[in-house]
């Protein structure tokens, strides 16, 4: 009892991708849950809605029609919060206000032209249309000089903000670096000076050895829960050669991807048999900054808020907010539910 | 129109306090609204609940049962995230698993036996007497010598993942340090020393000087939107003072807290005639560490998430996981509208 352990007592865990702690208390998970519940996804969708500004050929915020698309399809955000022709200027004002323009474009994708389906949901080779549009899109931004960083992301679900349950994904391109990427580039840059490798491969052999935290595997691919886990059920994809970005991928590694997607988005739809909600995005070195960025290590993160079933979640407020994240189940806890849960769809399991 | 303008082009800010960025999207604000809408908080509670756990007289998930309390109160978390009797212990495999024990204690404060109160309903000499708690919890918890960072905050409302509308807030103390804090005790330290004076002193004669920031002020504190601002109507009490801690106060700077926390939480609730939600909490020096601290300068922070109304609020999702946090409406629009709000609560306003 009095020797300490990680699945007893309360600790902070590193992350080695951030440099960030998060503090995880462990005997906290029988906690009574009195405040709000969420509504539940819907059951069923309609596969064709008549406003929704991204199925088939209906007509978009800025007038443009839609053509009457079979596969994935981009275009330009009709409500982009970042635009191409911002004027360049700075801001500071001794040290204390101290403010840069921003230029960037930002896209949409759509899943499937069906308005009734989710990644997880979808036919593999039809993952594979997204992952190839990923490519095209990629390609197209980093040809742009003035872009830097390119986020890949979702949304998915009502309770991460997401406007419109068709299924789609977002690009925001920019000038800068984002933060986020500037911490993961220091502390992956540490790492491979200092051991000739890539932080993440030394992370994933480790892993894949203790295997109490893996989800899910397959020959290009490692799905997991980080050991610095913030979320309840928070996963991160790797990729087990170490590549910069996702340009850099094999035909076979895009169908990788797209079967790891599929694995670990249907394991959340069945752990609480609902529409799992997330925000997720890949991770990938800088462009035009003439750096190859051999330390680089492509991954993806699933940050998805529901802790206990489908309309209970974790709130990251107070504490979370002012001091740092929290949280009370073990990640082994949760890569261990996920690891057992079956990879056919619950709506489509005998019943 | 070709000159840049932080009123009108995307751009980021620097958090000084914390040396972090946010995308400020200006042009951005009347983007429509087809996604999730929030129950709006009830307008009326009952004084008291019989199976409310924090009200006067009635039972405590531990089996304690309430005081009649006529005052605002004190006690132990009954689902504490951090003990005090946690073994000591770390984990380093590698430097991939690193991990650290956390001893710590958790409190909740009661600010009113009444159930239908919050804190801008509530009389000033009352809020008053939460001040001097804080107070006296500061005095004792400082006196736990393992105790090195005392985080005094408070979620209020629903969507802010509080668990119970009895007006309460919460003080975790902890062994180390959090992110948050080292982050602005680094900040502040490196500006004390090129400077001689405390960031935040600078800080507050540059928005005392410019005025479209601030909100409301009084001999002792000023209330303003930060020009880093995150949330839509996110706020800062910044004491005018140059102190340390709580513990620093005059009995006429605590009347002038408790005023300035009454006038700010008023205009929140009459934004959008509902009761606000928030988190806040007050950032103060760590103790017990063998420094006097003299770059820290006491302030609190509010971290309110309505955008538009009382049913929509902004979503902390993908890109501001995975990236950096994005606003829409600027620091200035939202100061000018807190700004110009009656400081009489709405339920008040004869009408
Ligand atoms: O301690 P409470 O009120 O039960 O819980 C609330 O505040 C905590 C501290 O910010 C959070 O960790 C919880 O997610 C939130 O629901
Ligand atoms: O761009 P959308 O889908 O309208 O908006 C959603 O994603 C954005 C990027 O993460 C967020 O800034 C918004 O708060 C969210 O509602």
């Not at 920019?174 to 911490?183: A, F, G, Q």
């Not at 490692?222 to 991928?249: D, G, K």
């Not at 694995?263 to 997330?278: C, K, M």
Request: glycine share 4%.
């Amino acid at each position: 009892e009095n020797t300490f352990d990680l699945t007893a007592h309360p600790h902070t865990r590193l992350n080695i991708l951030t440099g960030e702690w998060v503090l995880v208390s462990p005997h906290r998970s029988k906690r009574p849950w009195q405040g709000k519940v969420e509504a539940p996804a819907l059951a069923q969708r309609p596969a064709y809605v008549e406003d929704c500004y991204l199925c088939p050929g209906n007509t978009r915020a800025d007038g443009t029609k839609n053509t009457q698309y079979d596969g994935p399809i981009a275009f330009t955000n009709d409500f982009s919060a970042l635009l191409a022709d911002t004027p360049k200027g700075t801001v500071d004002e001794d040290e204390l206000l101290i403010a840069r323009s921003q230029k960037g474009i930002c896209r949409v994708i759509c899943f499937s032209p069906r308005h009734d389906l989710t990644l997880p949901e979808m036919e593999l080779p039809d993952i594979r249309k997204v992952v190839d549009l990923w490519h095209t899109e990629l390609e197209s931004l980093t040809a742009v000089p003035f872009i830097k960083y390119i986020q890949i992301f979702e949304n998915k679900g009502e309770i991460m903000g997401c406007s419109n349950p068709h299924p789609h994904g977002q690009i925001w391109a920019s000038e800068d670096v984002p933060m986020e990427l500037e911490k993961e580039t220091r502390q992956q840059r540490k790492y491979f000076q200092q051991h000739g490798r890539s932080l993440l491969t030394a992370y994933l052999e480790k892993e894949l050895k203790e295997g109490d935290r893996i989800i899910a595997e397959n020959e290009h691919f490692v799905a997991l829960v980080p050991f610095w886990a913030v979320w309840p059920y928070e996963a991160m994809i790797i990729s087990r050669r170490h590549v910069q970005s996702l340009l850099q991928f094999t035909p076979a590694e895009r169908d990788g991807l797209a079967a790891i997607l599929k694995d670990l988005t249907t394991r959340y739809d069945n752990l609480f048999e609902t529409s799992f909600p997330y925000s997720a995005g890949m991770h990938q070195m800088p462009f035009n900054d003439g750096d190859s960025h051999p330390e680089w290590h492509w991954h993806m993160h699933f940050y998805p808020p529901l802790l206990r079933s489908a309309t209970v979640k974790k709130f990251m407020v107070g504490y979370e907010m002012l001091a740092h994240p929290q949280r009370d189940i073990t990640p082994e806890f949760a890569a261990a539910r996920l690891r057992e849960l079956p990879v056919v769809h619950y709506k489509k399991q005998a019943g």
